[in-house]
């Protein structure tokens, strides 16, 4: 079966200090695996997608991941947090059955930047 | 390009009420997903939309119930609202039956309270 789960429920780092949020996947196959953000009462932002091509995975706003097989993980990194990176993050993976897919979400992460 | 819009943005119901909600897809997307995402947790998948039939289902009561019509827009509704209805619902639209490789687009939710 497919998830993922992220490993720290709450980050925090200080502004111009590099960010890494976890995130440990499990599938019978090879899984195609996204990043979403989630501001304060806003819906959800793509940040980027593993989808079986490069391994390494660069996004908007500096983000970037590095899907490792051998390690069955996708962490979410960043040279230096901003301010505006404060909010949820989801480690999502996809399920595919019956000739569709569906998103499987993990629980979130979110990260607070400190001045 | 619109995005995935979502009407209304908050609502406020009593338990034992019906409720609709409703879902423009991003231009071009032919796949529409519903997502509820409960405070402090990741979204759950309700169901799939492709064709205007439902593809697939998540683990929801039959109160849960949609559509999708010929212009592929979509409708959530719920009835007999409980309070443990009370959520974040997040549409999520996707091209080509929800191909992987494309991401999925979502809106901004529909806060539901019920009281």
């Known amino acids: 079966a497919q998830s993922v789960t992220q490993l720290d429920s709450h980050v925090s780092v200080s502004e111009g200090t590099p960010v890494l949020l976890r995130c440990n996947y499990s599938?019978?196959?090879?899984?195609?695996l996204f990043w979403y953000v989630q501001h304060p009462n806003k819906g959800l932002q793509l940040l980027l997608k593993?989808?079986?091509?490069?391994?390494l995975v660069k996004g908007i706003n500096g983000f970037e991941a590095e899907f490792k097989k051998s390690e069955t993980s996708f962490h979410l990194t960043k040279p230096s947090a901003h301010m505006s990176d404060a909010a949820e993050y989801f480690c999502v993976v996809i399920l595919f059955s019956g000739g569709y897919n569906k998103l499987i979400f993990g629980a979130g992460t979110r990260l607070a930047v400190h001045p | 390009d619109a995005g995935v819009t979502q009407s209304p943005t908050h609502l406020i119901k009593t338990r034992g009420q019906q409720v609709t909600l409703r879902c423009s897809p991003k231009?071009?997307?032919?796949?529409v997903s519903w997502y509820q995402q409960a405070l402090g947790q990741g979204p759950q998948f309700i169901f799939q939309y492709y064709e205007e039939e439902e593809r697939q289902r998540g683990n929801f009561p039959d109160r849960f119930s949609g559509h999708q019509f010929p212009n592929y827009s979509s409708e959530l509704n719920v009835n007999a609202l409980l309070l443990g209805d009370s959520a974040l619902y997040l549409c999520?639209?996707?091209?080509?039956?929800?191909?992987?490789?494309?991401?999925?687009?979502f809106g901004s939710g529909t806060r539901l309270t019920v009281v």
């Open positions: 231009s071009g997307h032919d796949t």
């Open positions: 599938s019978s196959y090879s899984p195609s």
């Open positions: 999520a639209s996707s091209p080509n039956r929800g191909d992987r490789r494309y991401g999925y687009t």
């Open positions: 593993y989808t079986s091509a490069a391994t």
